[in-house]
């Protein structure tokens, strides 16, 4: 299990895109995204700002942006298929 005070390697961040870059992926990521409140507007309870947070912490792991730069479906396919940052070595 990964904590989340961590970054993943980019083994895993490529898992991560594998998983989401099918159309059922994509399909997948889009509605846990609306969920988390990623593309809505929620009241700031901590839970919601908890959820939202993850949300956009996926987005990042992915190499995602600001989402409301892009329409979520244009925004998820941008992602998922860009090439993997190497800033990170699998080594470490």
Do not use: C, W
């Not at 846990?32 to 929620?42: A, K, R």
């Not at 995602?64 to 479906?73: A, E, T």
């Not at 998820?76 to 940052?85: A, D, G, S």
């Amino acid at each position: 299990m990964h904590r989340l005070d961590f970054f993943p390697k980019n083994s895993l961040i490529g898992q991560y895109r594998t998983l989401f870059s099918s159309r059922t992926g994509v399909d997948v990521l889009s509605h846990m995204l609306f969920d988390l409140g990623v593309f809505t507007q929620t009241s700031d309870t901590p839970e919601n700002v908890a959820l939202r947070n993850y949300g956009l912490r996926l987005l990042k792991i992915l190499g995602g942006d600001d989402p409301s730069k892009d329409s979520v479906d244009m925004f998820i396919k941008k992602i998922v298929k860009q090439p993997l940052k190497r800033e990170i070595d699998d080594n470490e």
